[in-house]
């Protein structure tokens, strides 16, 4: 392949990439199907409040937003969608009781603001910061994977000759063939992937999430 040629596929590697990571493309694709999914939930009565009405309620909620909330959807038995909601409640939840499932299960047990709204909240939540670091992922994966070495180091140069402004020092001093291999991390400094992410997440409150899971069901 002649260099002029390995310099176009490159551009267009990087500008495929920049393109599926556009903030509003990853909202149309991830964030709103979530959201909508979440509109449509309805909260089982969990009266008298149990051990197992609990993890009735939030089995429901991971099985509806799994099986119409995703890009590729899931249909999970009752059995498999609790013990996914309780994986997801031992990972990632902090409420106003703590961390992990046992802080879940008491805030569940208080009434509003929180109770078992919020918990079902930060399900829905945390699956969906998931699913936009899955999606970033594949982006990633489905554009590099065919990338070859002379390829990778042309993409590699391109990101440092015209964005070397953009990068940290220490990335500007490295070769092209050093970064070769670390290109997704190049473009993730590059447009700040990881740090938009960080501040999206941060900003739109799971407050606004339930919010904008109210506004889909009117």
């Not at 994977?145 to 000759?161: F, H, K, Q, T, V």
């Amino acid at each position: 392949m002649k260099s002029t040629d390995t310099q176009a596929t490159a551009a267009k590697i990087i500008s495929a990439i920049l393109a599926a990571l556009d903030e509003e493309a990853i909202e149309v694709r991830i964030d709103q199907p979530l959201i909508e999914a979440l509109g449509q939930f309805h909260v089982p009565e969990v009266v008298p409040f149990t051990a197992a009405s609990f993890h009735r309620a939030i089995g429901l909620v991971v099985s509806h937003v799994y099986a119409h909330g995703l890009g590729l959807k899931q249909s999970l038995s009752p059995g498999q969608a609790v013990a996914e909601a309780l994986s997801i409640l031992d990972r990632s939840y902090q409420g106003a009781s703590g961390r992990g499932y046992d802080a879940a299960f008491l805030d569940a047990s208080q009434q509003p603001p929180g109770g078992m709204d919020g918990v079902l909240n930060s399900i829905v939540w945390s699956i969906l910061e998931t699913e936009r670091a899955k999606y970033i992922q594949w982006v990633f994966d489905s554009r590099l994977s065919g990338a070859d070495w002379p390829l990778r180091c042309e993409i590699a140069e391109l990101i440092l000759n015209q964005s070397a402004d953009l990068l940290t020092p220490v990335l500007r001093r490295c070769s092209p063939a050093q970064l070769a291999d670390a290109i997704p991390a190049l473009l993730r400094e590059l447009c700040g992937v990881e740090a938009f992410v960080h501040r999206h997440l941060v900003s739109f409150s799971r407050g606004q999430l339930k919010q904008a899971a109210l506004e889909c069901r009117s």
